[in-house]
């Protein structure tokens, strides 16, 4: 079983950059691929990024690509997620999530969840 706790968001102006990050604990990443998620109020949680490092496999979603990066510090089971440029729209709850297999979706669909972290962001 896979444990995953998340951290790093708060509030912050239109531009400004967080780094979020993912710390998992009870197995390790090895071919797991892990991903980020988002949730406004009312809507549908929306895939962000993901990623297998063994395979060398990287998705982002349109909206962030260029902006957010993913990244891995596989000595302690932590995946990162860099957001910079900010902008309102992308305020939201933000999950980080694990899969068994090593193959990268983009539905909200993986195994396990973090409990989520909040991210606002003013204009």
């Known amino acids: 079983q896979v444990q995953l706790v998340e951290s790093g968001g708060g509030l912050v102006q239109a531009g400004d ?7 998992a604990s009870g197995r390790t990443f ?8 988002r949730q ?3 809507k549908e949680r929306d895939f962000v990024a993901a990623s297998n ?14 902006r957010f990066t993913i990244s ?15 902008k309102p729209e992308d305020t939201a ?3 980080c999530a ?9 539905t909200p669909t993986y195994e396990y969840w973090g409990q ?3 991210v606002t962001v003013s204009s």
């Not at 950059?17 to 710390?23: D, H, M, P, Q, V």
């Not at 995946?79 to 440029?85: G, P, W």
């Open 17 to 23: 950059s967080l780094r979020l990050s993912c710390t």
């Open 30 to 37: 090895s071919s797991s691929a892990m991903g980020w998620f």
């Open 40 to 42: 406004a109020p009312g």
């Open 53 to 66: 490092w063994d395979f060398g496999t990287t998705l982002y979603t349109r909206s962030v690509e260029g």
């Open 72 to 86: 891995r510090n596989n000595a302690e089971n932590t995946v990162y997620l860099q957001m910079n440029s900010l």
């Open 93 to 95: 709850v933000y999950y």
């Open 98 to 106: 694990a899969r068994v297999s090593p193959v990268v979706l983009t």
């Open 116 to 118: 989520g972290t909040q």
